[in-house]
């Protein structure tokens, strides 16, 4: 069984609530790791709601270093392995906003703090949960990436976001595969994620595809779910960076597949064991 936990997302969900951020509490066969920290603290606020204590949670994945994924580290009070890409500290700035939108503590503070891992490379998070490291263009419409950066305050240079990353969980069913927005392409994403885990059959997939309007992506949207249908892909979990209307569009055209949406305090469980238990 894998079980997630939403413990800050968008979608504010009764008595939980939301914020323009990501991060989950995953139990992936006993093993438990939180995948990104949202924005500020509110993470913290809805476990202590779920009454679900962090404290045996050892490891934190950073899918990439945009505060509204990585924020919540500066709340934490108790010494975590944090891994993430190298890459993850840049300054850099909102193409929307305008405003500053990269990593907000220092890496030297980090390392006072915590156990930091720091790879391009993917890695063995637990047993059947990998960490993906670096994500390679591959898909050629995927290759302009989904970016939402620049690393200048004047709004020029593009952040190509190479730190943005994700994490396979290798089942009895296919590939678990979780982003955070998948600035790199959900395509390349799961491409990539087979090639580290050696599994071609997908199960189901979480994000964060960074798919916020249906015209003017509606090509790329749409060569995402006949991709989908291609891998025959069971399940998706939307959110975050995807709009409702986005969300639709899948529904309406992914009849085949169960669709759940993202939201604080929402609690999932997916009937799969690990592979080769």
Same mark, same amino acid.
């Given at each position: 069984m894998i079980t997630l936990k939403i413990l800050t997302e968008n979608r504010e969900n009764e008595e939980f609530k939301g914020e323009p951020g990501l991060s989950i509490h995953v139990n992936a066969f006993g093993n438990k790791f939180l995948l990104d920290t949202g924005f500020t603290d509110l993470f913290l606020q809805n476990a202590k709601l779920m009454n679900l204590s962090l404290d045996d949670v050892e490891k934190i994945v950073i899918t990439h270093g945009h505060n509204d994924h990585s924020g919540g580290i500066t709340f934490l009070e108790n010494k975590k392995t944090i891994i993430m890409h190298p890459n993850a500290y840049k300054e850099r700035w909102s193409i929307r906003r305008a405003d500053y939108a990269g990593f907000l503590i220092p890496r030297e503070k980090l390392l006072k703090k915590h156990t930091v891992i720091e790879t391009k490379e993917h890695l063995l998070i637990h047993n059947n949960c990998y960490y993906l490291g670096e994500i390679p263009m591959t898909v050629d419409?995927?290759?302009?990436?989904? &970016?939402?950066?620049?690393?200048?305050?004047?709004?020029?240079?593009?952040?190509?976001?190479?730190?943005?990353?994700?994490?396979?969980?290798?089942?009895?069913?296919?590939?678990?595969?979780?982003?955070?927005?998948?600035?790199?392409?959900?395509?390349?994403?799961?491409? &990539?994620?087979?090639?580290?885990?050696?599994?071609?059959?997908?199960?189901?997939?979480?994000?964060?595809?960074?798919?916020?309007?249906?015209?003017?992506?509606?090509?790329?949207?749409? &060569?995402?779910?006949?991709?989908?249908?291609?891998?025959?892909?069971?399940?998706?979990?939307?959110?975050?960076?995807?709009?409702?209307?986005?969300?639709? &569009?899948?529904?309406?055209?992914?009849?085949?597949?169960?669709?759940?949406?993202?939201?604080?305090?929402?609690?999932?469980?997916?009937d799969v064991e690990p592979l080769n238990n």
């Open positions: 419409i995927e290759k302009d990436g989904n &970016y939402a950066t620049t690393l200048d305050h004047k709004i020029t240079e593009i952040d190509v976001t190479e730190d943005d990353s994700g994490v396979a969980i290798t089942t009895d069913k296919g590939l678990f595969i979780m982003t955070g927005c998948g600035h790199r392409g959900i395509c390349n994403t799961i491409e &990539y994620a087979k090639k580290v885990t050696g599994q071609n059959t997908v199960y189901g997939v979480l994000g964060g595809f960074h798919l916020r309007e249906v015209e003017p992506q509606k090509e790329k949207i749409d &060569y995402t779910i006949n991709y989908f249908k291609e891998n025959n892909i069971k399940e998706l979990y939307l959110g975050h960076c995807i709009k409702d209307e986005v969300i639709e &569009y899948f529904e309406n055209n992914l009849k085949d597949v169960t669709i759940h949406r993202l939201a604080a305090g929402k609690e999932f469980n997916i």
